[in-house]
């Protein structure tokens, strides 16, 4: 039984086009190899023969993984959601108890996460820390190095 994966509209449409891009043009490509390889001869010797046909499992597999992700994902309504705890969706302003740094990030599945552009997944250890957490808490993260204490500042979508 496969999990259920949230994602906001735009991270299910890059998906998807992933998805497609595999099928439509790697697939192909695979293919290709595969036959230009077995046209150089004895099949038994041909390493690029091998290469290609495991090259073409590879890729299939990683074909087959999307599809089940896409098959068990559900896009998040957000107009739906809470503002007045962090979920997924949430973009949330936080400030660091020990060095006074304020921060933004936006909590997401873990395949849209993209720390540069603010994103961290719901499933990191301080999206874990922040779900559920309303303004005005303090959020005790633990992190390999000890505890961080983060103040939750303001929630938003």
Do not use: W
Request: hydrophobic share 40%.
């Amino acid at each position: 039984m496969s999990k259920v994966s949230y994602y906001t509209a735009e991270g299910l449409k890059k998906l998807r086009e992933e998805l497609n891009h595999l099928k439509d043009v790697e697939r192909p490509k695979a293919s290709q190899a595969i036959a230009e390889a077995r046209d150089k001869g004895d099949l038994s010797e041909n390493a690029e023969y091998d290469a290609a046909k495991e090259a073409q499992g590879m890729l299939e597999m990683k074909i087959s993984k999307m599809e089940e992700i896409l098959a068990n994902a559900r896009v998040i309504d957000e107009s739906q959601l809470d503002t007045s705890k962090v979920l997924a969706l949430s973009t949330v302003k936080i400030k660091n108890q020990t060095n006074g740094m304020e921060m933004t990030y936006t909590l997401v599945a873990e395949s849209e996460a993209d720390l540069a552009s603010g994103k961290i997944s719901v499933n990191s250890p301080i999206g874990k820390g922040l779900l559920g957490k309303s303004v005005g808490d303090t959020a005790e993260i633990k992190v390999p190095n000890g505890i961080m204490k983060f103040d939750i500042l303001e929630i938003s979508r």
